[in-house]
């Protein structure tokens, strides 16, 4: 059905105001075809955007090799075709099917499609990057669309947001599990188990979860609706990956982890709206190579990092420590010694290399702002100590109020929070010296005054960025799940003790401005030369796709002397 786009927002957990009639937002008829219509049942997308180019995105169901033809226009009626061409595609590239058209103007919006024989996709609109002056930017940043546990109502809602006018996904845009794995009980009672039904592995595999979750009708909105700005996570390959392995790979029953990762990558390469690396002026870039630059006008920069395949070091985890945890001693030297080594990577020296030219570029250009695309959360998140607080019911005393499946997480977060260890060594949290790496390369290009737009928590965050010295390092937005739940809640501590957690990281951890693990959306980050503004918006439900985006929460950000602060 076609739903009427969502209010605009007025004020704090209000639903959000109307659209004005003649709104961009309803030039395009959001509609997600039915999965057993025509050959694009997958929709269209955009994505991958400069001042001049932009790539696009679809898949035929069919069979055999075929050609596509693909047309990019600048009104809705095709009357002004500003490109054309003809796309083959077939089995090689599971029937997908993608063109970077070339010789657009900047800051353009224009309309899109793609023909097989007498079949029309639905239309997309796309945007190139801004030139020149720009006043204004919107940013809808999201992540974690977990297809079973829920509808992707969020995408929707970012579809209908007229203040829209890119979309940054931070990663775990698919997962891996099978429907013997992690949200399975929710998928069966709505209908939306993973497709295919075991661990997906293979390059086939990774195909067909692509394919599933690209049948969501809110995904085909958005796509449809905005062009797309992506950078890689975990769930894309495995849980947890690192340069060596997964935490979510078995080689015994899984096989080679290069081979799977190989296979990720490359379904990931053909399901997305991204650049393949011939389509780059960067000679030798390979697909696992995955960052990127764009400039907005005289705006902003935005930097994508790529943190799983590249560089990263294993993960350091806390059974290292067993038994110590409750040694002060025991767990400052982990910190120093085992944490804190040097030399554990996060990114590439090559990424490193392109980060600090966009930085130095976006600062001489005199762009005020500077926007890092980050997977995974940046900010300090050491655990207070919960129990001794009063807020997490000792999980050790006799009689403590938890069910079963709660009282394992209640006593790792309580043992986190006695050690006053980092909330999970996963994140920037685990890699300090890597974090105070890139501080020192923000800082020495210019731009101590980041905003790092982050998902991978299932959480909304505002957080205060501080180097090792204390020094700001900028401000971090964290978007929360599209349906992935919060930690806090996953865990079974219900509602009231969620909201006390959250309340205890609010008021304890320095860093940390505001957050909340109760609500799956997304934020929406607008830029103008002097402020911008960053707005939580959540959606009331993903187990039925009739819902209602409200706001959460909003900040103003503003610059200061010692870089940029919340308002």
């Known amino acids: 059905m076609i739903r009427t786009p969502f209010p605009m927002p007025i004020t704090r957990r209000t639903t959000l105001g109307s659209l004005a009639a003649g709104s961009a937002a309803l030039a395009l008829p959001h509609r997600a075809m039915a999965a057993g219509d025509g050959p694009f049942r997958h929709g269209v997308a955009s994505g991958d955007p400069d001042a001049n180019s932009v790539a696009l995105w679809t898949r035929v169901t069919t069979s055999g090799e075929v050609s596509l033809i693909g047309e990019i226009a600048e009104d809705l009626g095709f009357t002004r075709i500003a490109a054309r061409a003809e796309i083959a595609t077939g089995p090689d590239k599971d029937h997908t099917a993608k063109w970077l058209a070339r010789g657009l103007q900047p800051g353009q919006t224009y309309y899109y499609r793609f023909r097989l024989d007498s079949e029309i996709s639905p239309m997309g609109r796309a945007r190139t990057l801004p030139a020149g002056r720009l006043d204004r930017l919107g940013i809808a940043l999201a992540s974690c669309s977990n297809y079973a546990f829920g509808h992707f109502n ?28 992690w949200g399975d009980e929710v998928a069966r009672a709505i209908g939306r188990r993973h497709d295919p039904a075991h661990e997906i592995v293979s390059l086939s595999d990774y195909r067909r979860r692509h394919a599933q979750y690209k049948t969501d009708a809110g ?11 992506a950078c890689w996570d975990d769930h894309e390959s495995a849980n947890n990956p690192w340069t060596g392995g997964a935490q979510n790979h078995q080689p015994d029953r899984e096989g080679d982890w290069q081979a799977r990762r190989d296979a990720s990558i490359q379904a990931y390469f053909e399901w997305m709206p991204v650049r393949e690396p011939e389509w780059l002026a960067r000679p030798g870039m390979t697909r696992g190579q995955f960052w990127r630059s764009y400039s907005f006008g005289d705006l902003a920069t935005l930097v994508t990092l790529e943190t799983r395949h590249t560089a990263r070091a294993e993960q350091i985890d806390y059974a290292q420590l067993g038994k110590r945890m409750d040694n002060p001693n025991a767990v400052a030297a982990f910190r120093r010694d085992v944490l804190g080594a040097p030399g554990r990577h996060m990114i590439s020296p090559e990424c490193e290399a392109d980060l600090a030219r966009s930085l130095e570029q976006s600062v001489a250009g005199g762009q005020p702002w500077r926007l890092i695309g980050n997977a995974i959360p940046i900010a300090r998140t050491d655990v207070p100590d919960v129990v001794a607080l009063g807020i997490l019911p000792d999980p050790d005393a006799p009689g403590a109020p938890y069910t079963d499946s709660a009282l394992g997480n209640a006593k790792q977060l309580a043992a986190k929070g ?12 685990g890699y300090p010296w ?5 501080y020192d390369l923000s800082r020495a290009a210019g731009a101590g005054d980041l905003i790092f737009l982050t998902g991978d928590s299932h959480s909304f965050w505002a957080n205060s960025l501080k ?12 978007t929360t ?15 009231e003790l969620s909201r006390a957690l959250d309340q205890a990281f609010i008021d304890h951890i320095p860093e940390v401005t505001w957050t909340d693990n109760m609500h799956q959306g997304y934020v929406r980050l607008e830029l103008q030369p002097d402020a911008a503004e960053a707005t939580f918006i959540a959606v009331d439900t993903v187990r ?24």
């Open 467 to 478: 180097d090792a010295t204390g020094r700001s390092a900028g401000i971090e937005l964290g």
């Open 434 to 438: 890597a974090r105070e790496r890139l």
């Open 418 to 429: 006695r050690a006053g260890l980092p909330f999970y060594p996963d994140t920037w949290d």
């Open 219 to 229: 995904s085909q909105a958005m796509h449809a609706a905005h062009t797309f700005i």
């Open 154 to 181: 969020a995408y929707e809602a970012i579809a209908h947001d007229p203040t829209v006018d890119f979309v940054l996904h931070t990663g775990d845009y698919i997962y891996e599990y099978g429907q013997d794995g």
């Open 481 to 495: 799940g599209i349906t992935s739940p919060g930690d806090f809640v996953e865990s079974g501590f219900g509602d």
């Open 544 to 567: 039925d796709t009739a819902f209602r985006p409200f706001i959460v929460n909003r900040f103003g950000i503003v610059p200061d002397s010692d870089g940029i602060r919340f308002t």
